[in-house]
């Protein structure tokens, strides 16, 4: 039997059972972006989601989490009750999650997020990217400072949230704001995760076009100074994670640096320690030492 499998998942939900009930993205405009550029927006029927939720153990037979694609399926006209089903068909599932964009939930009224809480959405995965609207301005996200101050608030009353931090998307210029205005804001949310990815430039991407004129990009001991300077600054509490390839750094085609990974404020010091063992290093390294932008222009990884 045919099944419509949601072509991206955040790395976290590596295990999880995918279910799309939207096809793209709502927005799709994101200057970083590739995702699902190429992608008319559409809501799949809805007998279409219910029948691949009636057949999810033929294709993940061991699945105790799920995961709804694609980018905002919660626009989906009947997502409450596509929750409603998979919860009750599938009792197993201990988690269900899905990808949201913050405009869409500071939007959404209360009584919409209740219902899908007591559907069984567990958790919820809100580009923030920057903190900063000077930031999300230039990267066209289609939303403010005050969106994801308000999504991250209204969603936290009912399900875990998980914010993404794009690492170096200010570039060198506006890196210190970039930086310290993200943390306002996560400390005004206080998202349950910090996520962090580096910005990698995936060609034709209208961001590739940006690069050395509105951006400059960061060198991988700037990439370790912003990072010290969001970890430095986050107050409340909340898991930071470098959950992702483009926050490695590599030596010699080695990767010597995964990011810094926990509990915030809590393990600040252990972390902040970790990144300044790493800055010491590549001032010893130098040159050799390269981010995600240069693997990728080498061939090295894909992203």
Same mark, same amino acid.
């Given at each position: 039997?045919?099944?419509?499998?949601?072509?991206?998942?955040?790395?976290?939900?590596?295990?999880?059972?995918?279910?799309?009930?939207?096809?793209?993205?709502?927005?799709?405009?994101?200057?970083?972006?590739?995702?699902?550029?190429?992608?008319?927006?559409?809501?799949?029927?809805?007998?279409?989601?219910?029948?691949?939720?009636?057949?999810?153990?033929?294709?993940?037979?061991?699945?105790?989490?799920?995961?709804?694609?694609?980018?905002?399926?919660?626009?989906?006209?009947?997502?409450?009750?596509?929750?409603?089903?998979?919860?009750?068909?599938?009792?197993?599932?201990?988690?269900?999650?899905?990808?949201?964009?913050?405009?869409?939930?500071?939007?959404?009224?209360?009584?919409?997020?209740?219902?899908?809480? %007591?559907?069984?959405?567990? +958790?919820?995965?809100?580009?923030? /990217?920057? *903190? !900063?609207?000077?930031? @999300?301005? #230039?990267?066209?996200?289609?939303?403010?400072?005050?969106?994801?101050?308000?999504?991250?608030?209204?969603?936290?009353?009912?399900?875990?949230?998980?914010?993404?931090?794009?690492?170096?998307?200010?570039?060198?210029?506006?890196?210190?704001?970039?930086?310290?205005?993200?943390?306002?804001?996560?400390?005004?949310?206080?998202?349950?995760?910090?996520?962090?990815?580096?910005?990698?430039?995936?060609?034709?991407?209208?961001?590739?076009?940006?690069?050395?004129?509105?951006?400059?990009?960061?060198?991988?001991?700037?990439?370790?100074?912003?990072?010290?300077?969001?970890?430095?600054?986050?107050?409340?509490?909340?898991?930071?994670?470098?959950?992702?390839?483009?926050?490695?750094?590599?030596?010699?085609?080695?990767?010597?640096?995964?990011?810094?990974?926990? %509990?915030?404020?809590?393990? +600040?010091?252990?972390?902040?320690? /970790?990144? *300044? !063992?790493?800055?010491? @290093?590549? #001032?010893?390294?130098?040159?050799?030492?390269?981010?995600?932008?240069?693997?990728?222009?080498?061939?090295?990884?894909?992203?």
């Amino acid at each position: 039997m045919d099944y419509d499998y949601p072509p991206y998942r955040p790395p976290s939900e590596a295990g999880s059972a995918l279910i799309r009930v939207v096809r793209g993205c709502t927005w799709n405009k994101c200057a970083f972006c590739s995702m699902y550029r190429d992608m008319k927006f559409q809501q799949r029927p809805k007998n279409e989601v219910l029948r691949d939720i009636e057949n999810l153990r033929e294709h993940f037979p061991v699945a105790k989490t799920a995961f709804l694609g694609d980018s905002n399926p919660l626009v989906h006209r009947d997502i409450v009750e596509i929750v409603s089903f998979l919860k009750q068909k599938h009792p197993h599932i201990e988690r269900i999650t899905a990808y949201a964009r913050a405009k869409t939930i500071a939007r959404m009224s209360e009584e919409k997020l209740e219902a899908l809480r %007591n559907a069984g959405l567990d +958790r919820l995965h809100i580009g923030l /990217e920057s *903190g !900063d609207d000077e930031v @999300l301005e #230039l990267v066209r996200k289609g939303a403010t400072r005050n969106d994801m101050i308000e999504a991250g608030k209204k969603a936290g009353k009912y399900f875990e949230v998980s914010f993404y931090y794009i690492l170096g998307l200010g570039g060198k210029e506006r890196m210190e704001n970039h930086a310290l205005s993200s943390a306002e804001v996560i400390n005004e949310a206080n998202p349950d995760f910090v996520r962090i990815r580096t910005l990698t430039i995936l060609p034709g991407t209208e961001i590739e076009e940006m690069i050395g004129k509105q951006i400059t990009l960061l060198s991988p001991i700037e990439q370790l100074e912003e990072l010290e300077m969001l970890v430095k600054n986050i107050g409340v509490e909340t898991y930071l994670t470098c959950d992702h390839v483009s926050n490695y750094l590599f030596y010699r085609g080695k990767p010597i640096f995964t990011g810094v990974h926990g %509990n915030l404020p809590k393990e +600040r010091g252990r972390m902040l320690r /970790e990144i *300044g !063992d790493m800055k010491e @290093l590549l #001032l010893s390294a130098g040159r050799e030492v390269l981010n995600s932008n240069d693997m990728a222009k080498l061939g090295r990884i894909v992203l």
